[in-house]
């Protein structure tokens, strides 16, 4: 049984993580500081005898004692992360280094949740990991993107300069239950409005693209990496190849909810991403893993959720 730190764990993907975790018979300390998070997410863990929560702000040193590192701990949508932007950049580099020091005092692996806005609005298209990027550095995102490009040099640092074990994943779009209704990512924004009969705001010509991936299969693909051979750090873009545009991610919304919304257009964020899809195969041949729930699947259960919390 390891101790594991999961940083951010009571939000979106930290909470599916710590189920996972305690089912593989871990103990898991999670710690949030709530800004959008939620104790909802985890209020089924909290009186189980291998969960312990801790209320912490990441930007600020921590001292605990545990054998692995998760550090997932960053407001992931644009609304919320373009809400504090100071913040936002404080929680992705100061929350990298804290978790970092920690694991190099500790000895342990650590691994970060990158994103793939590292790759800004792409000019290569599919993305491998090999792509630099085209990131706005003074834009309204870059106090995400940046912050996490920041964040995976400092694992890469530590891990040449202090010999830390890091893994580093860079995550694409992933919905699912437990997504908060109200931090403005476009399955759930849709999703809400079809269930409530309300307009369905399409952002721009809704031509733009994205993949989306279930979060089971992401989930999965996350501790595949965490338990790889030592010497694959990463980074590993984990994520479903299936393309869609927002145009079609709505009409299946709406057939799947039976829902008489109309769609509605609105203006295009500022360096909103074109298009977005992963090359998946170095997560296939290093952690033999690939996406296994079609988007209409995991949309009905994500649906079957909403349901019951809106
Ligand atoms: P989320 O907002 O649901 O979860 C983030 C959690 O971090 C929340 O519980 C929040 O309260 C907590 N947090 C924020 N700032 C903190 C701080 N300073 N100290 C302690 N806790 C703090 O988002 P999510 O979708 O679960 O994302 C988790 C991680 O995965 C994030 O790092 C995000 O950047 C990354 N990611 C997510 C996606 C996605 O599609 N969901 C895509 C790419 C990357
Ligand atoms: N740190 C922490 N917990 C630990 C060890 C370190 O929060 O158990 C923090 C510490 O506050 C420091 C940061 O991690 O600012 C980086 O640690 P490192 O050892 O790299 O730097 P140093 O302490 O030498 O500045
Ligand atoms: N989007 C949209 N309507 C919404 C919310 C988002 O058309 O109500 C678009 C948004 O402009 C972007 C895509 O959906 O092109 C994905 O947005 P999200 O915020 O979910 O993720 P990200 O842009 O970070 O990939």
């Not at 049984?1 to 089912?23: C, E, N, Q, V, Y």
């Not at 089924?44 to 801790?54: A, C, S, T, Y």
């Not at 991936?213 to 030592?230: P, T």
């Not at 952690?287 to 988007?295: A, D, Q, R, S, T």
Request: charged residues 25%; glycine residues 8%; hydrophobic residues 35%.
């Amino acid at each position: 049984m390891k101790r594991i730190l999961i940083t951010g764990g009571g939000g979106f993907l930290g909470s599916h993580l710590s189920d996972r975790l305690i089912a593989e018979g871990n103990e898991v300390l999670c710690m949030d500081n709530f800004f959008t998070g939620s104790r909802m997410n985890i209020h089924h863990l909290l009186d189980h005898k291998n969960f312990e929560l801790i209320r912490h702000d990441v930007t600020f040193p921590t001292y605990v004692e545990v054998d692995e590192i998760y550090n997932l701990a960053c407001p992931a949508s644009p609304v919320h992360y373009q809400f504090d932007p100071v913040q936002t950049t404080k929680t992705s580099v100061i929350g990298a280094i804290n978790m970092l020091g920690l694991a190099k005092r500790l000895k342990i692996k650590i691994l970060q949740a990158s994103t793939s806005e590292v790759y800004g609005d792409p000019e290569i298209h599919p993305q491998p990991e090999s792509y630099r990027g085209n990131v706005n550095p003074i834009g309204p995102r870059a106090c995400y993107d940046e912050g996490k490009r920041c964040a995976e040099t400092l694992f890469f640092d530590y891990h040449r300069q202090h010999d830390v074990k890091i893994k580093v994943m860079r995550i694409f779009n992933t919905y699912g239950p437990r997504m908060n209704q109200n931090d403005g990512r476009v399955v759930s924004n849709f999703i809400v409005q079809a269930l409530k009969g309300k307009d369905i705001t399409i952002y721009g010509n809704g031509k733009q693209t994205r993949s989306f991936c279930y979060v089971d299969d992401l989930i999965d693909g996350m501790y595949r990496l965490m338990n790889s051979r030592d010497s694959f750090t990463g980074p590993v873009n984990i994520g479903n190849p299936g393309e869609f545009t927002m145009l079609e991610l709505a009409e299946k919304i709406i057939d799947l909810t039976g829902s008489k919304s109309k769609l509605v257009f609105q203006p295009l964020p500022q360096d909103d991403p074109l298009q977005r899809k992963p090359i998946i195969d170095m997560a296939k041949n290093e952690l033999g893993w690939e996406p296994k729930v079609p988007l209409e699947e995991g949309l009905k259960k994500t649906i079957a959720y909403f349901e019951t919390v809106i």
